[in-house]
């Protein structure tokens, strides 16, 4: 199902909303160079992000996110509306509504056009539920950057990739996809006027970018975004430099903290170290050792999941330290500090079904729930299925649930 048909415009405080046949779509100017548009095939509205801490509006994650989440105004920008259009002229750009073939257009304070949806494919939403938007193209002039992690080469541009994360290892390094992260943003450069636009999907679930990899003989040449599920959330961001479409994206989204001082060193990692038999801590004490004989400094040392594992089955059992590979693990530590080593250690994200501790993590009851609530969710990770350690982030939000639920906490810090 295709928007195409519009109905009418309604006027609310702080944004539009643009109502047709098929759906829903919320129009807002969160400030002068970045505008929301959001479709939702069901017409609801909800705000429930952990990705924004620039907002206008109220989060049900507001007293989750407090200590980093900014509220402003949003911007009032009026409405001209013509028998075929709805044109909103704020003082950076000028957004276009056009009734049929129904779609967005994007201008700049040059009245140049930097951006357009695929006329008549602007929004969509399949069978299945997943939801599309459709983006006009110029596929010799535009060029793709971001995404997050992914192989090939910085420009995107021909490329199909999805957002699905996943313990990517053994990929190729060109055609690999997908990777770890899931950052549903990116940015558009033209080669024509050297102007750069910012996109950023705000949804968590797994989706597709298509770069101009697909092509259809029935339509301009575009790419797409398809979300499994939800609506779509799009954030646009205008430039025209590169810098300040980063700058006004991190605005959004929030920067990157100071980072400490061993971040910057050298970060020695491999399997190899904690997956021996027996006494890993000495291999790798003696590892360090050829490093500094060699004048080379170890800042950081990334611990894999082997010092977890257990002493039969070798499975990653997270809060459990093998004995026979690491014998005293405070020792450890000690040992690494005095060294001026940072250790940072592989966690999986939840409980294994045969993890040592499993009837401790029940009686407390420490597990996400399913969607209704009521039944633990498993997930599947190495060693295969099991259950998502509870979001530690609730107990900044609420009231701890009970006294059992207090003493795992404090445990597990």
Not at 59 to 82: F, G, I, Q
Not at 192 to 203: H, K, M, V
């Amino acid at each position: 199902m295709r928007v195409k048909t519009f109905l009418y415009l309604e006027k609310r405080p702080d944004d539009y909303l643009i109502h047709t046949e098929e759906a829903t779509i919320q129009l807002l100017f969160l400030t002068e160079d970045i505008v929301r548009i959001r479709a939702s095939f069901d017409r609801t509205f909800i705000e429930k992000s952990y990705a924004l801490v620039m907002t206008a509006w109220e989060d049900r994650l507001d007293s989750l996110l407090k200590e980093e989440r900014k509220r402003v105004a949003a911007v009032t920008v009026p409405c001209e509306e013509t028998e075929d259009t709805l044109i909103f002229p704020a003082k950076k750009l000028k957004v276009i509504i056009y009734k049929a073939p129904f779609h967005f257009r994007i201008y700049n304070q040059k009245d140049e056009l930097i951006y357009s949806d695929l006329p008549e494919r602007a929004f969509e939403i399949d069978q299945l539920g997943r939801a599309y938007h459709y983006n006009k193209i110029e596929p010799k002039t535009d060029h793709f950057y971001g995404f997050g992690e992914k192989t090939g080469h910085h420009d995107k541009k021909g490329r199909r990739m999805r957002m699905s994360a996943k313990d990517a290892i053994g990929h190729d390094p060109e055609f690999g996809d997908p990777l770890y992260k899931h950052i549903p943003f990116y940015i558009r450069l033209s080669e024509s006027n050297q102007t750069a636009i910012g996109l950023f999907y705000n949804n968590s679930y797994e989706s597709v970018f298509d770069m101009g990899n697909e092509i259809s003989g029935y339509w301009d040449p575009y790419s797409y975004y398809q979300t499994d599920g939800n609506e779509i959330d799009l954030f646009f961001i205008n430039g025209p430099s590169v810098k300040e479409v980063v700058n006004r994206y991190t605005d959004l989204t929030g920067k990157q903290a100071l980072p400490p001082k061993h971040s910057l060193g050298f970060t020695a990692s491999t399997m190899y170290y904690a997956e021996l038999d027996k006494n890993c801590d000495q291999e790798i004490y003696g590892v360090i050792e050829k490093h500094r004989a060699h004048g080379m400094m170890i800042d950081n040392f990334k611990l894999a999941s082997g010092y977890s594992s257990g002493e039969e089955d070798n499975l990653r059992y997270v809060f459990h330290w093998n004995k026979t590979r690491f014998p005293d693990s405070d020792a450890f530590f000690n040992k690494m500090n005095q060294l001026g080593i940072n250790v940072i250690v592989n966690l999986k994200p939840g409980i294994l079904e045969k993890h040592p501790f499993r009837e401790e993590f029940e009686a407390n009851d420490v597990f996400v729930k399913d969607r209704d609530g009521e039944q633990d969710y498993y997930g599947r990770w190495w060693g295969g299925e099991g259950r998502f350690v509870i979001d530690f982030s609730q107990f900044r939000s609420r009231s701890v649930r009970n006294k059992k639920t207090a003493r795992f906490y404090a445990w597990t810090k």
